[in-house]
């Protein structure tokens, strides 16, 4: 029986790549003095690894083999501090909305008495300013867990986040849905056991989402239907319905 509902954050709640994260990063180079800068396309390619902090290592290992030095561990948390102050910023002024549907979904499943929680690799302070800045600072308060960042020793996609949350919840992954936008998502909580529900984004709309249970353009609107990329669902928009029917259909 479908008892909740575990959200990723970032692509998923909001669109919030491109125009949050990444201009933060570049934002934080630039104010540390660094020459680094990470436009669209380099982004998309670095976002392959999950964790702020990971991916500045990758860059660095990848791109810029030679300022690698043994001081860099260090200067990354800062960079990655000043980042998440430029961020939650950002948020703050209400740049970054949700997603087509989510406001909708999340109130439908508080009515209907599903329980919701949050599995991220983001960083828990970009968690919270999200939520306060769309939903309200009481909104916090509907996720039972907010599972987030360093939490755990391994980010997506390992499955770490995912079962933080269930054992949090006490719940069994046939009790839940999770919702996704990109492989390392899809992968960190099929193995975790958890069934996945795909809104794609410009940065993941190529990924392979095959363990998904279906895979849409978006969760949609009563006046604004969703596409269905892959898999079977017959409805416009997602609702509590059309949750516990994709559920069912999935949990054997
Ligand atoms: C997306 C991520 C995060 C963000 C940046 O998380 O991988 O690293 O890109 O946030 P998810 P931080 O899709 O799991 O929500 O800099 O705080 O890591
Ligand atoms: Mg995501």
Known sequence: MLQA????????????????????????????????????????????????????THFLKTHRP??????????????????????????????????????????????????????????PANVTALLTHTLGAQSIDWFEVIAAGDIVPAKKPAPDIYQYALAKMKLRASDCLAFEDSYNGVQSATRAGIKTLITVNGYTQHDDFSPAAVV??????????????????????VDVAALRSLHARHIR
């Open 5 to 56: 509902l575990i959200f990723d954050v970032d692509g998923t709640l909001a669109d919030t790549e491109r125009d949050g994260h990444r201009i933060a990063f570049n934002m934080a180079f630039a104010d540390t003095g660094l020459d680094w800068h990470w436009d669209e396309a380099l982004y998309g390619e670095l976002l392959a690894v999950t964790g702020g902090k990971e991916r500045m």
């Open 66 to 123: 030679n300022e690698w030095n043994d001081t860099m561990p260090e200067r990354i948390v800062q960079l990655q501090a000043k980042k998440t102050e430029i961020y939650t910023q950002l948020l703050s002024q209400g740049k970054i909305p949700l997603r087509k549907g989510v406001e909708r979904l999340i109130h439908e499943a508080r009515s209907a008495g599903l329980r919701l929680a949050i599995a991220t690799t983001t960083t």
């Open 216 to 237: 849409l353009s978006d969760l949609g609107e009563p006046n604004s239907p969703m596409q269905v990329l892959a898999g079977q669902m017959k409805e416009n928009y």
